[in-house]
């Protein structure tokens, strides 16, 4: 159970005397209550009073500058207390910490264990559920890369339950063997455990052992004259050794991450290498946020705190920096992991070259990120300009609306900051309960939700706000911030010119009777169409899932007394749901176990939910 201590003396050097000699977790505040800095250490009262000595650096001695208050948090041990540091630095954001923006959860391979007829599937989210969780995968692409060639080993199933419960014939996959055909009883549950089992072991990265049971069986099989499931087996065993060849480490096996941070003009990045069963599955870049005398082996250590707090963390890393606190990191890391993990910067032969690599990619990408970086702040000087503000926008959001013809609305909002897109910020609205096609209503609604969490202080304010419209949705948004108190924040509108062209948007600000027309090489209106095709992108794509998945769910699944068996039984009756909704009520009521009142459910479900369908 940890401790909280606040003191509010005034002399910086009387809170020493309120701070005790424990391990813990130390917060520096300024003059409003802001954090300044969150940090940990094994004696606390040592600690902090090293600000208040001979300060090495200039970056700590602004920090003391600002300092008017110290909150501290003991804790039970020191690797109790790095655990805390880096939760409350994800969570507060301290402008003098080295600050790692992760806006993307990672995505993982789904294995549906519960299932008598396992699924394999893409998944990105809380790994609470049902199930198991391989990953995580450094990208969307491993990860279907990864499901493709499981394909092509083990024909375990990848659709949807929904199809995988309403098929009635065989589909394209198992056509071409790549699946087993679970849905019409085309194989045996013990079968499929042998192909689960398989791929299992694949994913687990005992490649080698899923080799030696497919020769077995493919012996098996050839003993009992079975030559064409040995011909399936041996190809497998073909294919599963191709794979090994192209993906494997040269000369590594078993589980690591090869973590690589390089510093260039002020900036830092650090590369991760991902090999898992000694595949490397590819590599993903970072930029953490970081004072500008922040040395490589402080930013390593805090990144791999931050990093790995609610990551699975293989055995071995390799770095090309020893970290701060290199034995703390692998105590709490082994810890929390269940096995030892250690942690290398001094390695040779095939890893060092492995090393050297991931040191190139994170210089290239700096190289990138910095030519980047200027052209996007020269773009925010430009757009300072062009509407006239005082400063460039720390902070924009802008808002767009999708809808087929008034069907399945839905409302974006996008939030860019100093350094581009911050999507971990991006949300989304379903609209409900307005006339279909009023976007002014839309509008409403998405701003009312999302302005009176800003104004409970769960998002901060945006210094900009964009709407994708003219004159009339720029009037609705100023009619929701009024009710809501908010005053002072610029609007700005973005309609398509008279051509409806792109590259003639006309902006429209709230007080004004005429348009700003910017020219189309302004670097000003490139950045405010990058924003809208953001929003544009962001709110299409989900109204098309949004639509699609009203339009895929079965009509049958939401009526009562209508089980799996049941729903089954008359698709194959009717061919599917096509067929079945196109039954009459006496049609329906002839099957097995299905009553007159049932059948008059199910004909009303489909002319009511999708008409047409």
Same mark, same amino acid.
């Given at each position: 159970?940890?401790?909280?201590?606040?003191?509010?003396?005034?002399?910086? /050097?009387?809170?020493?005397?309120?701070?005790?000699?424990?391990?813990?977790?130390?917060?520096?505040?300024?003059?409003?209550?802001?954090?300044?800095? $969150?940090?940990? +250490?094994?004696?606390?009262?040592?600690?902090?009073?090293?600000?208040?000595?001979?300060?090495?650096? /200039?970056?700590?001695?602004?920090?003391?500058?600002?300092?008017?208050?110290?909150?501290?948090?003991?804790?039970?041990?020191?690797?109790?207390?790095?655990?805390?540091?880096?939760?409350?630095?994800?969570?507060?954001?301290?402008?003098?910490?080295?600050?790692?923006?992760?806006?993307?959860?990672?995505?993982? *391979?789904?294995?549906?264990?519960?299932?008598?007829?396992?699924?394999?599937?893409?998944?990105?989210?809380?790994?609470?559920?049902?199930? /198991?969780?391989?990953?995580?995968?450094?990208?969307?692409?491993?990860?279907?890369?990864?499901?493709?060639?499981?394909?092509?080993?083990?024909?375990?199933?990848?659709?949807?339950?929904?199809?995988?419960?309403?098929?009635?014939?065989?589909?394209?996959? =198992?056509?071409?063997?790549?699946?087993?055909?679970?849905? $019409?009883?085309?194989?045996?549950?013990?079968?499929?455990?042998?192909?689960?089992?398989?791929?299992?072991?694949?994913?687990?990265?005992?490649?080698?052992?899923?080799?030696?049971?497919?020769?077995?069986?493919?012996?098996?099989?050839?003993?009992?004259?079975?030559?064409?499931? +040995?011909?399936?087996?041996?190809?497998?065993?073909?294919?599963?050794?191709?794979?090994?060849?192209?993906? @494997?480490?040269?000369?590594?096996?078993?589980?690591?991450?090869?973590?690589?941070?390089?510093?260039?003009?002020?900036?830092?990045?650090?590369?991760?290498?991902?090999?898992?069963?000694?595949?490397?599955?590819?590599?993903?870049?970072?930029?953490?946020?970081?004072?500008?005398?922040?040395?490589?082996?402080?930013?390593?250590?805090?990144?791999?705190?931050?990093?790995?707090?609610?990551?699975?963390?293989?055995?071995?890393? *390799?770095?090309?920096?020893?970290?701060?606190?290199?034995?703390?990191?692998?105590?709490?890391?082994?810890?929390?992991?269940?096995?030892?993990?250690?942690?290398?910067?001094?390695?040779?032969?095939?890893?060092?070259?492995?090393?050297?690599?991931?040191?190139?990619?994170?210089?290239?990408? !700096?190289?990138?990120?910095?030519?980047?970086?200027?052209? @996007?702040?020269?773009?925010?000087?430009? !757009?300072?300009?062009?509407?006239?503000?005082?400063?460039?926008?720390?902070?924009?959001?802008?808002?767009?609306?999708?809808?087929?013809?008034?069907?399945?609305?839905?409302?974006?909002?996008?939030?860019?900051?100093?350094?581009?897109?911050?999507?971990?910020?991006?949300?989304?609205?379903?609209?409900?309960?307005?006339?279909?096609?009023?976007?002014?209503?839309?509008?409403?609604?998405?701003?009312?939700?999302?302005?009176?969490?800003?104004?409970?202080?769960?998002?901060?304010?945006?210094?900009?706000?964009?709407?994708?419209?003219?004159?009339?949705?720029?009037?609705?948004?100023?009619?929701?911030?009024?009710?809501?108190?908010?005053?002072?924040?610029?609007? $700005?509108?973005?309609?398509?010119?008279?051509?409806?062209?792109?590259?003639?948007?006309?902006?429209?600000? !709230?007080? /004004?009777?005429?348009?700003?027309?910017?020219?189309?090489?302004?670097?000003?209106?490139?950045?405010?169409?990058? *924003?809208?095709?953001?929003?544009?992108?962001?709110?299409?794509?989900?109204?098309?899932?949004?639509?699609?998945?009203?339009?895929?769910?079965?009509?049958?699944?939401? *009526?009562?007394?209508?089980?799996?068996?049941?729903?089954?039984?008359?698709?194959?009756?009717?061919?599917?749901?096509?067929?079945?909704?196109?039954?009459?009520?006496?049609?329906?009521?002839?099957?097995?176990?299905?009553?007159?009142?049932?059948?008059?459910?199910?004909?009303? +479900?489909?002319?009511?939910?999708?008409?047409? =369908?």
């Amino acid at each position: 159970m940890s401790v909280d201590q606040k003191t509010d003396a005034s002399d910086l /050097r009387l809170l020493l005397k309120g701070i005790p000699e424990n391990p813990g977790v130390y917060r520096m505040l300024d003059a409003i209550g802001t954090v300044l800095y $969150v940090g940990k +250490a094994k004696n606390l009262k040592r600690r902090v009073g090293s600000y208040f000595g001979h300060v090495p650096t /200039r970056r700590i001695q602004r920090m003391v500058s600002l300092i008017v208050d110290i909150e501290v948090t003991v804790t039970r041990t020191e690797a109790e207390a790095l655990l805390l540091e880096s939760n409350l630095i994800k969570a507060l954001q301290p402008r003098f910490n080295v600050l790692l923006r992760d806006d993307k959860s990672y995505p993982y *391979i789904h294995l549906t264990t519960q299932d008598e007829f396992p699924r394999l599937a893409f998944y990105r989210g809380s790994r609470k559920g049902e199930g /198991r969780f391989f990953g995580p995968y450094p990208s969307a692409g491993a990860v279907r890369e990864t499901l493709q060639l499981l394909q092509k080993l083990f024909p375990v199933r990848q659709c949807e339950d929904s199809v995988f419960r309403h098929r009635s014939r065989p589909c394209l996959q =198992y056509q071409i063997k790549r699946c087993g055909g679970p849905c $019409v009883g085309l194989i045996g549950a013990a079968d499929y455990a042998e192909d689960v089992a398989s791929t299992v072991k694949f994913l687990e990265g005992r490649a080698d052992e899923v080799v030696s049971d497919l020769v077995a069986a493919m012996e098996r099989a050839a003993a009992a004259l079975e030559f064409e499931r +040995a011909a399936i087996l041996r190809d497998r065993i073909a294919t599963l050794r191709q794979i090994q060849q192209r993906q @494997y480490v040269h000369g590594e096996g078993g589980d690591l991450d090869i973590v690589a941070c390089a510093l260039e003009g002020g900036l830092h990045c650090v590369q991760v290498f991902f090999i898992r069963g000694g595949r490397n599955l590819g590599n993903r870049g970072f930029f953490p946020q970081a004072p500008e005398d922040t040395d490589l082996a402080t930013v390593m250590s805090c990144f791999l705190a931050q990093f790995y707090t609610d990551k699975n963390v293989p055995p071995e890393l *390799i770095l090309n920096v020893e970290p701060d606190d290199r034995d703390l990191l692998e105590q709490v890391f082994s810890e929390r992991a269940g096995h030892r993990v250690q942690i290398k910067s001094k390695v040779r032969t095939e890893r060092a070259r492995w090393l050297e690599m991931a040191r190139g990619n994170a210089e290239v990408a !700096l190289k990138s990120r910095l030519s980047s970086r200027a052209g @996007y702040a020269r773009r925010l000087d430009a !757009l300072r300009d062009a509407l006239e503000l005082e400063t460039p926008p720390a902070r924009m959001e802008c808002f767009d609306i999708s809808h087929t013809q008034g069907e399945r609305t839905v409302a974006s909002c996008v939030v860019f900051d100093g350094e581009g897109p911050r999507k971990s910020d991006y949300r989304r609205f379903n609209i409900e309960d307005i006339t279909p096609g009023d976007d002014y209503a839309a509008l409403s609604q998405a701003l009312t939700r999302r302005y009176t969490r800003i104004k409970d202080g769960e998002y901060p304010l945006p210094d900009l706000l964009f709407i994708d419209g003219g004159r009339g949705q720029l009037g609705a948004v100023a009619q929701v911030l009024r009710e809501l108190g908010i005053e002072g924040l610029p609007l $700005v509108g973005i309609s398509k010119g008279p051509d409806r062209k792109p590259g003639t948007e006309q902006l429209w600000l !709230l007080g /004004r009777g005429v348009p700003v027309i910017l020219p189309s090489h302004s670097p000003a209106m490139h950045l405010i169409e990058q *924003i809208r095709d953001e929003a544009h992108r962001f709110a299409i794509t989900g109204h098309r899932q949004r639509r699609a998945k009203a339009r895929t769910t079965s009509s049958l699944e939401g *009526i009562r007394g209508i089980g799996p068996k049941r729903r089954q039984e008359l698709l194959k009756q009717f061919g599917g749901l096509r067929g079945l909704a196109r039954a009459r009520v006496e049609d329906i009521a002839g099957v097995d176990g299905i009553s007159r009142q049932l059948a008059q459910q199910i004909y009303d +479900a489909f002319h009511q939910e999708i008409p047409g =369908y």
